[in-house]
DNA sequence: GCCAACGTTGGC
DNA sequence: GCCAACGTTGGC
C-alpha cells in the first residue's frame, strides 16, 4: 500500500521537465524539520505531486515516485554547497534526501487556483493561507480528487496514467 | 517587487 | 523558556 506526497520545487531550480530527462534525481536541499520528517517517513514506490513553486501559475505540472528511501543530505556538510549546514557533519547527519523518479508530466499545470475553488480540498495543507511548508502528505483521497479534476479539464499528454498497479 | 506568514536564532 | 529580530518562502 503506497501513500501519496506533494513534493515543492521552483521550476527554475529544478523541473519536472529536469527529472523527465534525468528519469531520475535525488531530493536534496530540504532544510525544514516538518519536510524532512515526512521525507523520513516516504516509502518506496509512493506516488508524489510534483508542484511547482514560485512562478507563473503555481501548481501541479505532473507525478514522480520515490525510487530511494531517506538516505544523509550530504550537501548538508558540504561547505562548498548552497545547502551547507554547520550543525550537519558526516558522522552525525541532520538532513536526508530521497530519490525520485519520473513518472508523468501533465499537458497543463493544475493550479494552485483551481485546487484552492475545490471545498474537497480546503483541508489541504497546500491551500491554506500561509502554508509555506515544501513537503506534505496527501491523502488517498484527495488523491483520487485531484487526478479526476485532472482528467475532466483535458486528456493527458500521450498515454493515460499507467502507475495504478 | 511587495509583503504576509512562518520558522529559526539568540539574548535575556 | 520567552519573545523580538531576523531570514525565508512563496503567492500575488
Not at 24 to 42: C, H, I, L
Request: one cysteine or more; a positive charge.
Amino acid at each position: 500500500m503506497s501513500n501519496y506526497w506533494l513534493m515543492k520545487s521552483e521550476p527554475d531550480t529544478f523541473s519536472i521537465d529536469d527529472l523527465k530527462r534525468l528519469k531520475t534525481s535525488p531530493w536534496d536541499g530540504v532544510r525544514n524539520y516538518q519536510a524532512r520528517n515526512f521525507m523520513k517517513e516516504m516509502k518506496k514506490d509512493d506516488l508524489v505531486f510534483f508542484y511547482h513553486s514560485s512562478c507563473s501559475p503555481p501548481g501541479i505540472a505532473g507525478i514522480a515516485k520515490i525510487s530511494k528511501e531517506a538516505y544523509p543530505d550530504h550537501t548538508s556538510w558540504d561547505p562548498t554547497h548552497t545547502y551547507f549546514d554547520s550543525k550537519s557533519t558526516e558522522s552525525n547527519p541532520k538532513w536526508v534526501m530521497v530519490d525520485v523518479t519520473f513518472v508523468e508530466k501533465w499537458s497543463s499545470i493544475l493550479t494552485l487556483a483551481a485546487l484552492k475553488q475545490s471545498p474537497a480540498l480546503a483541508d489541504m495543507l497546500l491551500t491554506k493561507k500561509g502554508s509555506r511548508l515544501s513537503v506534505m502528505p496527501i491523502t488517498k483521497n484527495e488523491w483520487e480528487y485531484i487526478i479526476t479534476m485532472l482528467k475532466n479539464k483535458r486528456p493527458l499528454a500521450g498515454q493515460i496514467a499507467t502507475y495504478h498497479q
